[in-house]
């Protein structure tokens, strides 16, 4: 079931755009998940535009999308609400004054009433920034320097987290205790002396490490779902042991939130599992679609920033469009029944696909929770990033991807990557990317 060429003959305007981008922009994109080695191959779909549950491409193929910005767009695209918030901002007030407007504090108000763990929290820019901040915030109030972080998870490209993302299992270290890998070169060397990397979802490798090292370790980082590798859950118990184990070795418990966070409840996924960290991390679903971050938790920790000795600043940090939109977004979420809503179109979908595959007889599941999910091709479950190395078919989900992209369903070509739900999406939409499945999958079989 090869569709490149149909793909190509379907798409002609957006590879003469890739061919003109590759002039002056290194790959032609500006992020490396639009890149062709992450899977857009031979080149990335050039956007058209977008509104509600749907995408359309330059050359005039309109989708039903499940790629939303890899997750910012819980709403769908131009929510009506955020857009006249921002617009009204623009027109009305300004967008950077690099002084506070009463607007930040009712934003902050609205986050902190929302998350259960939060009690002050500060506005960033980005994911990177916000888990960079928190970071920081922890070796300064627990005077320790090691950070634990999980194989497979992404906490942003500092230099201080981008390790052991999706490294090579060959060079990683042996599979209860891996060695740290750059994502690349150009990390400085010496960094990863202040990290710890740990298989996710193993409670027992987690205790042994902190009853060894519980002394010089500040925090761990997680997100409370593994969302850069695939879908993965924690296993039952297991963010409870966690947390249980942190607050015995005095080591903050900082979730990443990124992903999470406004998508699988208002209150995020801590809301969720009832754990509640030390430190949060939140962006995608908090600005419904514009660009805004934040961290926050206990008021003991954020005091070190209140008090001025951890530094916290960026010019465009709370700019008016991004205070806006993500008080036009949270009161959109806030409405009665929304999450309600969602939840009901994203099980349908859930329960739709897995029935096909199961019909199927494929050697497939479908893992999710909430508004997000992902398809794994495999006859083992996925618990960590090495079981998703050796486990998961890669091939059998590009041929998936292909197929569904050729019946008009977008997502992501990485099978690390996930399937996102919107507010905008209908159980019609639902209905209409079943029956593509359907087709797809009996084709694979």
């Known amino acids: 079931m090869n569709v490149i060429d149909p793909y190509l003959s379907r798409t002609s305007s957006s590879a003469a755009l890739f061919d003109i981008a590759c002039e002056h ?6 992020s490396t998940a639009r890149a062709t080695w992450s899977g857009w191959s031979p080149h990335p779909l050039f956007v058209e535009q977008g509104r509600g549950s749907r995408l359309t491409d330059v050359d005039g193929n309109t989708y039903i999308d499940y790629l939303l910005g890899l997750g910012p767009m819980i709403l769908g695209h131009r929510p009506p609400a955020v857009t006249r918030a921002v617009v009204d901002f623009i027109e009305r007030r300004g967008t950077v004054f690099a002084l506070p407007t009463a607007d930040e504090a009712v934003l902050a108000a609205k986050i902190v009433a929302a998350v259960p763990s939060v009690e002050q929290v500060r506005l960033a820019n980005t994911g990177t920034e916000a888990v960079l901040y928190a970071t920081r915030l922890a070796r300064a109030f627990t005077g320790r320097s090691k950070i634990i972080r999980f194989e497979g998870m992404y906490h942003g ?49 987690l205790a042994d490490v902190l009853a060894r090292e519980g002394d010089d370790i500040a925090a761990i980082i997680t997100e409370p779902v ?20 942190t607050e015995k070795h005095g080591v903050l418990l900082i979730f990443d939130e990124v992903i999470t966070g406004f998508r699988l409840g208002l209150g995020g996924a801590q809301a969720r599992f009832g754990i509640r960290p030390d430190l949060s991390v939140f962006a995608k679903g908090l600005g419904g679609g514009f660009p805004v971050a934040a961290v926050g938790g206990r008021r003991a920790v954020m005091d070190l920033v209140a008090r001025g000795k951890v530094s916290m600043a960026g010019t465009y940090t709370a700019n008016g469009i991004a205070v806006a939109a993500a008080n036009a977004a949270l009161d959109e979420l806030a409405r009665p029944g929304t999450y309600e809503r969602l939840e009901a179109v994203s099980t349908c979908l859930r329960d739709g696909l897995s029935a096909i595959f199961a019909k199927a007889a494929i050697p497939a599941y479908v893992e999710g929770i909430g508004a997000l999910l992902q398809v794994w091709f495999s006859d083992t479950p996925i618990r960590n990033y090495r079981d998703a190395e050796r486990h998961a078919d890669q091939d059998i989900f590009r041929r998936w991807w292909e197929g569904m992209l050729a019946r008009g369903v977008l997502f992501h ?3 690390y990557e996930n399937l996102f739900i919107s507010t905008a999406h209908s159980f019609e939409d639902v209905e209409a990317t079943l029956a593509a499945a359907n087709d797809v999958v009996s084709r694979l079989a």
């Open 226 to 245: 593994m969302c850069n590798t695939g879908c993965i859950l924690p296993q039952p118990g297991y963010l409870e042991a966690m947390r249980a184990l």
């Open 413 to 415: 070509p990485g099978a």
């Open 157 to 205: 490209f500092s230099d201080g987290m981008y390790w052991s993302k999706h490294p090579s299992i060959a060079t990683a270290g042996p599979d209860a205790r891996p060695v740290p890998v750059p994502q690349g070169p150009g990390l400085p060397s010496g960094v990863e002396r202040n990290l710890i990397i740990l298989p996710w979802n193993d409670a027992d490798i």
């Open 25 to 30: 922009i290194p790959g032609g994109v500006n």
